[in-house]
């Protein structure tokens, strides 16, 4: 049988594994680090992790080879993608391919040990709802409704009869980060952007968890409702507790690169 460890970071830049690995160990989480896809594949024959931490360019077997290969492979560790901004597109798309979120470069301490935490939770709860017995399962096990639209389990996106899409947090991504302090958004007027950051849940432990935005579009209304009563967004994430209603700018090629949902998956 396979120890496991916590983190794998995969990445061929030293300077972010480094920095990952002395942020992590403060923490008390035990790093291991390959420079490439390849190597990173290689290393799970042999060891199990609680997390991986996957570059997304890179040369060789990059984040998008790995995904594929490892879920070819059986290997059901939760993947964040680390990704710069220039590659947003691609992060966003390798969310349907199967990692659990994703990080821009650069990043602070806080954002990874966030990202990190939320990750972690998130695993945990997708194996509580796998293993729940029918009738008794938790909150966060909650599916997305049918001809909903998700950017992984971090948001999701309704296309409205109009025109218009409403968009809100993913349930599970809220109960992994639970309890919520408060909930910061944007104001009506401004621009959104498919991947990036549209509001930001602050948990109780000071955490600074970003929502990120599944569609690109101007903000036309804000769920002022949300903002005042956080609990809002997480007892009732697809209805009331939505976030924005935009005017999308990209719309049929952005859907392509969410996941329709059938209703079972939070």
């Not at 944007?186 to 432990?205: F, H």
Request: with cysteine.
């Amino acid at each position: 049988m396979k120890a496991q460890m916590d983190i794998l970071v995969i990445d061929d830049e030293p300077v972010i594994t480094r920095a990952v690995q002395k942020v992590c160990a403060a923490e008390g989480l035990s790093v291991d680090i390959e420079e490439g896809g390849a190597a990173g594949l290689s290393r799970l024959k042999s060891a199990s992790y609680r997390l991986i931490i996957c570059d997304l360019m890179m040369p060789g077997v990059g984040g998008g080879e790995f995904l594929a290969e490892a879920a070819r492979m059986g290997v059901r560790t939760p993947v964040i993608i680390a990704t710069g901004y220039a590659t947003l597109e691609n992060a966003v798309i390798s969310l349907s391919h199967g990692a659990i979120d994703f990080i821009p470069k650069p990043f602070t301490a806080e954002e990874l040990l966030a990202a990190v935490r939320r990750a972690i939770s998130c695993d945990r709860l997708k194996q509580e709802c796998e293993t729940a017995p029918p009738g008794a399962l938790p909150p966060s096990c909650a599916p997305c409704p049918p001809l909903y639209y998700r950017l992984g389990s971090l948001s999701w996106a309704k296309v409205e009869s109009e025109g218009s899409v409403v968009v809100g947090a993913g349930g599970l991504f809220l109960e992994a980060i639970e309890p919520i302090k408060t909930i910061e958004l944007m104001k009506p007027g401004e621009e959104t952007l498919q991947g990036a950051p549209c509001a930001a849940a602050i948990s109780a432990a000071g955490d600074r968890h970003p929502v990120l935005c599944p569609i690109s579009g101007r903000i036309a209304e804000v769920n002022t409702r949300a903002a005042a009563d956080p609990a809002l967004s997480v007892k009732d994430p697809y209805l009331e507790g939505w976030l924005y209603r935009l005017l999308p700018t990209n719309l049929q090629a952005e859907l392509g690169h969410l996941t329709a949902s059938g209703g079972g998956t939070p």
